[in-house]
């Protein structure tokens, strides 16, 4: 089993790249990592680790893709920067299951429209971001910023695909697959909503309707349905909130004498609140719908969210999540859905 790293993608490039493939390739006797970066500068860096030097590859890739480029333009014109290279190698090599980026998202996204193309059937690929729940649980959001302008047959997809990655990750048989909308009510939403309610319902899933945002993270739903627009607002919406209540609460323990002695009572519970919001466990969004894994990673990720991305394409590949796909879009083809003609 083979998976390619973009090892020069990310803000903490290259070193936690490696240390996170060195962890992977301890964890797993039978993987094979290919890292895509400026080779010399790889090089001094393992030469300091224990590693089986058998099941490492590089491939030599002396430029970069930075989040100020223009994406199309990197794919298409920076071919030999880390990322390219990367996409390059998962194309072309049958044995290679899925590629790991911590770069720039844009990138990652136009290269696997353009470098891996889409599963037969599938209107548009969508970013499938996983979050943590109050009940212990995760929940996906699909899609979160890479489809702006969508039609309801993208939401369709976008339902069923969720469907299928919750299920290839969690063994959950049957996730709550909901809508993202203005209220919980039926006729709720704008007209987008409003036209895929119904598609949502006569789809081979387990459609159980319209979600508000508040209720995201309460455990409820495993799959939340969005436009990119919408899904990406909720997303940095989240985020922000975390941020700002995590930084509130932080202020507020270090603000007096007492509050610091309570503040060390409180220690432990609330390093359990902190591990739960970790989103370095989770390893990383997949880009559902492309013919390959893709696992873009946050751009601040360590070692450890670097090993994870490597697992979740490992598990994604063993669950066979992309043929899963496949044959939930073949047993769609009765439907009046549109389903089958890329009409996204």
Not at 68 to 79: F, G, L, M, N, S
Not at 176 to 187: I, T, W
Not at 235 to 257: D, I, R, Y
């Amino acid at each position: 089993m083979k998976v390619v790293v973009d090892a020069f993608g990310g803000d903490n490039a290259p070193l936690c790249n490696v240390e996170g493939t060195l962890l992977a390739l301890n964890e797993y006797k039978d993987l094979t990592v290919v890292l895509t970066g400026d080779k010399q500068k790889l090089e001094e860096i393992l030469k300091t680790k224990k590693y089986d030097a058998s099941r490492l590859e590089i491939i030599h890739a002396p430029d970069v893709i930075l989040n100020e480029d223009v994406p199309t333009d990197a794919i298409k014109h920076k071919t030999e920067s880390s990322l390219v290279k990367a996409f390059d190698y998962l194309k072309n090599n049958d044995d290679c299951i899925g590629l790991v980026s911590a770069g720039s998202t844009g990138a990652v996204l136009t290269g696997g429209f353009l470098k891996i193309g889409r599963i037969k059937g599938v209107s548009r690929p969508a970013l499938a971001p996983l979050l943590p729940t109050s009940k212990g649980t995760q929940v996906c959001l699909i899609d979160c910023g890479a489809n702006v302008e969508c039609k309801p047959i993208n939401l369709v997809h976008f339902a069923l695909m969720g469907s299928e990655y919750y299920n290839a990750m969690f063994g959950v048989e049957n996730p709550r697959v909901a809508l993202l909308s203005n209220g919980a009510e039926d006729k709720k939403g704008n007209e987008l909503c409003k036209e895929t309610f119904p598609l949502l319902k006569q789809a081979p899933i387990n459609f159980v309707g319209n979600m508000e945002a508040r209720y995201f993270m309460t455990g409820d739903y495993d799959v939340v349905v969005a436009d990119g627009f919408s899904g990406n607002i909720l997303l940095k919406s989240v985020e922000g909130a975390v941020k700002f209540t995590t930084g509130v609460m932080k202020q507020a323990m270090l603000s007096s004498l007492l509050s610091k002695i309570g503040a060390l009572f409180c220690k432990r519970s609330l390093k359990k609140v902190k591990d739960k919001l970790d989103y370095n466990k989770y390893g990383g969004s997949m880009f559902v719908g492309c013919k390959k894994t893709i696992i873009k990673s946050h751009g601040s990720s360590k070692a450890i969210t670097i090993c994870n991305a490597i697992k979740q394409a490992i598990k994604l590949e063993e669950n066979k999540v992309n043929e899963r796909i496949m044959q939930k879009l073949e047993s769609m083809q009765d439907l009046d859905l549109g389903i089958g003609e890329n009409n996204g």
